[in-house]
């Protein structure tokens, strides 16, 4: 069975410019949040996809930051205008069951804004 | 005041000795508690959770939660250089999907 997977798993953008981060998750998995790590900080929840719904989008920090789930399928995770503080590592995360509880991760982007 | 504690480390140990890792909380309505473990340049993987209070254990691995004093624990025997890693505690509530985490411990294991 594959696992999650990420796309890219590195990117350097300037300020302002646009990035679209891609997560596949784990087939038949209708769970999918996205997480991230900001350097020196924890992980933060960003949000959680049951299918193509937005289930909680609490986590978002601001209206630059746009996610969806055509299809109930893979999630972008849109970064538009993307500024300095935004740097930081994003993981996409699926689970079968609600709750996050049993949630595999993919292995990250490290997105740069320089 | 953050909701989830850990100590960063590193915590350096011999290969072989018992390894014990601690998370302190604050939110009293946490009731699943999860251990992740995180090699570099990986994502976190799930070692294994426990739900409320109690003790788990799984293979070299033990899982202890103390609700009573908001404080859980992750022991790992025999600890092998393999062990390596940044371990993360994450929680939850009973309501929501949201994982809460703790900044993480890195721990080295020394042949």
């Known amino acids: 069975e594959a696992g999650v997977t990420q796309f890219p798993s590195h990117s350097v953008i300037e300020k302002g410019q646009t990035v679209t981060l891609r997560c596949d998750p784990i087939s038949g998995h209708d769970n999918l949040y996205w997480y991230r790590r900001v350097m020196g900080k924890e992980i933060k929840f960003l949000l959680h996809?049951?299918?193509?719904?937005?289930?909680?989008e609490s986590g978002m920090p601001n209206n630059r930051f746009l996610a969806e789930r055509t299809g109930g399928t893979y999630s972008t995770l849109k970064v538009q205008p993307a500024e300095l503080e935004d740097s930081g590592v994003y993981f996409c995360?699926?689970?079968?069951?609600?709750?996050?509880?049993?949630?595999?991760f993919g292995q990250g982007t490290r997105l740069t804004v320089v | 005041q953050k909701e989830v504690e850990q100590d960063p480390g590193p915590l350096s140990v011999p290969e072989g000795a018992i390894v014990s890792l601690n998370c302190t909380y604050s939110n009293s309505a946490f009731q699943y508690f999860m251990w992740y473990r995180q090699y570099s340049r990986k994502g976190p993987e799930l070692l294994m959770y426990?739900?409320?209070?109690g003790n788990k254990e799984d293979g070299r691995f033990t899982a202890q939660v103390d609700k009573s004093s908001k404080y859980i624990s992750l022991f790992i025997r025999d600890s092998q250089p393999s062990d390596s890693a940044t371990y993360l505690c994450?929680?939850?509530?009973?309501?929501?999907?949201?994982?809460?985490f703790g900044g993480g411990t890195r721990l080295m294991v020394k042949p």
């Open positions: 426990t739900y409320s209070s």
């Open positions: 995360a699926s689970s079968r069951q609600a709750g996050g509880t049993e949630a595999f």
């Open positions: 996809f049951v299918k193509e719904s937005k289930q909680d």
């Open positions: 994450a929680m939850r509530g009973n309501a929501g999907n949201m994982l809460t």
